[in-house]
T-cell receptor
Framework: DQQVKQNSPSLSVQEGRISILNCDYT??????FLWYKKYPAEGPTFLIS?????DKNEDGRFTVFLNKSAKHLSLHIVPSQPGDSAVYFC????????????FGQGTRLTINP | NAGVTQTPKFQVLKTGQSMTLQCAQD?????MSWYRQDPGMGLRLIHY???????DQGEVPNGYNVSRSTTEDFPLRLLSAAPSQTSVYFC?????????????FGPGTRLTVL
């Protein structure tokens, strides 16, 4: 039972345009959501997070939106750059332990010049 | 700081063999954890530790043992390797187990069990 789902295995975007990565979750007890970025042969690195009490969080070119009623979050990257090409993982945690993350399957983002 | 280090980077085992995946962090973090990444399934939590001497099971603990004798080290032991344990293993650490501390991941160990 996949509690966190990223239904798009891959996404291709032109450099300079907006990249939108989506994530859905099923467990209403999740209260903290994160995005991690992963390059080949490296471990995931933290990108941005959002608490369930917010609906938006921005950090430079990266914005995460949370729609609790739809159990959906998205990551917007504007403008997209070639260095953004990586696999992006959505993750969630709940009251049972903020560090016990449940990950989605990942979306491979490719930025084309 | 070296951050989170993992050894070896690659390992091939035969079914039934045992081995230990090493993980160390030099950031004095209380919390450490092990995840495995399989194609199409994201990362899944195997075991975690909230401090030296304290460990607990995650989502997929069967076939793995851990111990935490020091703050720095958190080795993962495969007792009798099986092909289903072929995966990429990531160790992570964070300052505490509370709140929203960022988890820092190591570079991973790619394990193949024949």
């Amino acid at each position: 039972d996949q509690q966190v789902k990223q239904n798009s295995p891959s996404l291709s975007v032109q450099e300079g345009r907006i990249s939108i990565l989506n994530c859905d979750y099923t467990n209403s007890m999740f209260d903290y959501f994160l995005w991690y970025k992963k390059y080949p042969a490296e471990g995931p690195t933290f990108l941005i997070s959002i608490s369930s009490i917010k609906d938006k969080n921005e950090d430079g070119r990266f914005t995460v939106f949370l729609n609790k009623s739809a159990k959906h979050l998205s990551l917007h990257i504007v403008p997209s750059q070639p260095g953004d090409s990586a696999v992006y993982f959505c993750a969630a945690s709940g009251f049972w332990g903020a560090q016990k993350l449940v990950f989605g399957q990942g979306t491979r983002l490719t930025i084309n010049p | 700081n070296a951050g989170v280090t993992q050894t070896p980077k690659f390992q091939v085992l035969k079914t039934g063999q045992s081995m230990t995946l090493q993980c160390a962090q030099d950031m004095n973090h209380e919390y450490m954890s092990w995840y495995r990444q399989d194609p199409g399934m994201g990362l899944r939590l195997i075991h975690y530790s909230v401090g030296a001497g304290i460990t607990d099971q995650g989502e997929v603990p069967n076939g793995y043992n851990v111990s935490r004798s020091t703050t720095e080290d958190f080795p993962l032991r495969l007792l009798s390797a099986a092909p289903s344990q072929t995966s990429v293993y990531f160790c992570a650490s964070s300052p505490t187990s509370f709140g929203t501390d960022t988890q820092y991941f190591g570079p991973g160990t790619r394990l193949t069990v024949l």
